[in-house]
């Protein structure tokens, strides 16, 4: 099964289990949708009871879990759904999970390698595209450079302005 990281358990929050989470996605109340999510190396599900937000984090609280030392051994794991858990994107609008793996050709079909990354610039997102030799390229997630993403070819393709991808 595939699994999206929504979230980073930056610290536990007080003592009755609660823990301060750095959202992963582009919104927050999604976590008010969610049932339950996974933690990072655990099987089970944890079913969310209380979701608070606050300026830079999210303070969530699990059923069954009401106690500090229940919760102190996730500090640094990711919260993960799966994909039966994500959400319908607005069109032109891609899971990073699904980006992460794709070939980059030009539009004259030149083959410039796979997206190993993809970082969260300010306003934008910049694609790590790195080639057979192990040359990293970076290209802004923009349309004027990425005219193409094809899910469905698992191709991406890119018009990059010059000197963008020597």
């Excluded at 990073?96 to 539009?107: Q, R």
């Amino acid at each position: 099964m595939k699994y999206l990281k929504v979230g980073k358990i930056l610290n536990t929050h007080g003592i009755k289990g609660e823990i301060k989470v750095f959202s992963l996605t582009d919104y927050d109340e999604r976590f008010e949708e969610l049932e339950y999510v996974y933690i990072e190396g655990h099987k089970e599900k944890f079913h969310i009871s209380n979701v608070k937000y606050r300026p830079k984090d999210i303070i969530i609280a699990f059923k069954d879990h009401d106690d500090i030392n229940n919760v102190e051994k996730f500090k640094g794991k990711y919260l993960l759904i799966d994909e039966g858990q994500k959400r319908e994107l607005p069109e032109d609008t891609y899971y990073i999970v699904d980006i992460i793996g794709l070939d980059v050709y030009t539009i004259d079909h030149k083959y410039l390698g796979k997206v190993v990354d993809v970082l969260q610039a300010g306003s934008n997102e910049v694609y790590c595209i790195k080639n057979e030799a192990g040359k990293e390229l970076m290209i802004p997630a923009v349309k004027e450079f990425i005219p193409e993403i094809s899910l469905e070819t698992g191709k991406i393709i890119v018009d990059p302005i010059e000197g963008m991808i020597e």
